[in-house]
């Protein structure tokens, strides 16, 4: 949908932000701008909505030239999402999620009732709707700011570090709003952010951008993680780069080893033929299934097995759905070692040791090794 072409931006007083820059955005994805403070890529943003206005190259949406459109109906043909969300303080929530359609000139019924439809889309609670910004929290205020951005319905919407300013927990749950919001609704997202684990978690591909305005590296987060294509970007994906590659494995062909489980109230025979020489500790379960935390046989209470005695299980991941990073990082939190599965209604599917995750982590990198030679030999 958006191709930029050979675009550079450079300012009067000789400063070039862009240079020379091409760049194909696909349709109905999240293409993520990553690199370091004053690489290009907000610069890079604001050219799609004309806010700044690139020197030399051409940029297209939908195969013309956005020069072509007055800039008030590209913007306005565009969700725009900043950081801090851009509020207009005076005005009521509903009110701020409609400013886009009442520009376009829908009715203020008309408008209100879109609002109403993203604050349900977007997690807010109806009772916002009479509010001011000054009284939501700063994940709340960017919520309006996203359903703002797609109340006209624009196909294109733009993401300025949107989430850089709240707190891990909640700007994880903002990203999990944003890939819910797009799995439903297929918009083809721009999305600006330092934050390399933001970038791979989110994109489609992702565009590493480096001081000057250059491109680095384009391709699908997987790829940049085992194949960056030079030192620069190596040396931005960081030391770790190897861990942030696992999410791309699932952890659904682990082999989970059930016999290791007991439930809370579990008998002296039970918790004799749970036990085995292979796995030093026994799981323990509420009566709901769900895990309570790890024990050796032999300090267990035979139908009275007290929680508090317990060692930690640390956090479960999810069977079939989670990744071997999540695996992995459940068993090195686990004080035994051992990773915790559990269904997706939180109840113990299942034990993992760390070696046996090792196991499937070499056999994942084997799997990949050999899809890389049969691709490169096509």
């Given amino acids: 949908m958006i191709r930029i072409d050979s675009v550079t931006k450079r300012y009067p007083d000789g ?18 701008l990553v690199g370091p403070s004053g690489c290009g890529k907000t610069t890079t943003l604001r050219m799609i909505n004309r806010m700044v206005e690139p020197s030399e190259g051409t940029i297209l949406l939908d195969g013309t030239d956005i020069q072509q459109q007055p800039v008030n109906t590209l913007r306005r043909s565009m969700g725009y999402v900043i950081q801090n969300a851009g509020l207009f303080q005076h005005r009521t929530i509903l009110d701020n999620i409609a400013t886009v359609p009442r520009l376009l000139g829908w009715s203020k019924q008309k408008a209100r009732g879109r609002a109403r439809e993203l604050m349900e889309r977007v997690g807010l609670d109806a009772s916002l709707a009479r509010r001011y910004p000054y009284q939501l929290s700063g994940g709340q205020q960017q919520r309006v700011g996203v359903a703002r951005a797609l109340a006209a319905d624009p196909p294109v919407l733009l993401m300025d570090e949107p989430f850089s300013a709240v707190d891990p927990v909640v700007r994880k749950g903002l990203q999990d709003e944003l890939l819910r919001i797009q799995d439903e609704l297929g918009k083809t997202i721009v999305f600006v952010t330092h934050d390399i684990d933001e970038a791979v978690k989110l994109g489609t591909m992702v565009a590493v951008m480096r001081t000057g305005g250059h491109l680095a590296q384009f391709a699908p987060p997987a790829e940049l993680l085992s194949d960056p294509a030079n030192a620069f970007v190596e040396d931005f994906l960081g030391a770790d780069r190897g ?32 036990t085995t020489p292979d796995v030093p500790y026994l799981l323990v379960t509420g009566l709901d299934g769900r895990p309570l935390g790890w024990s050796e046989p032999g300090r267990l209470t035979a139908g009275n097995i007290d929680p508090e005695r317990l060692l930690p299980c640390g956090r479960p991941f999810t069977a079939g759905t989670d990744s071997l990073r999540s695996a992995l990082d459940c068993a090195v939190l686990s ?25 499937a982590i070499r056999g994942a990198h084997a799997d990949t090794s050999a899809a890389q030679r049969e691709k490169a030999v096509r």
């Avoid at 070692?337 to 760390?354: I, L």
């Fill in 15 to 32: 400063t070039v932000a862009v240079d020379r820059l091409s760049l194909e955005i696909p349709d109905r994805a999240i293409t993520v």
């Fill in 243 to 274: 861990i942030r590659r696992l999410s791309f494995f699932p952890a659904a062909g682990l082999d989970l080893l059930t016999g290791p489980v007991v439930a809370v109230d579990a008998t002296a025979e039970q918790i004799a033929a749970r």
């Fill in 335 to 359: 004080p035994t070692g051992w990773a915790v599965a559990v269904d997706t209604e939180g109840r113990a599917a299942g034990v993992v040791s760390q070696h046996a995750i090792g196991e």
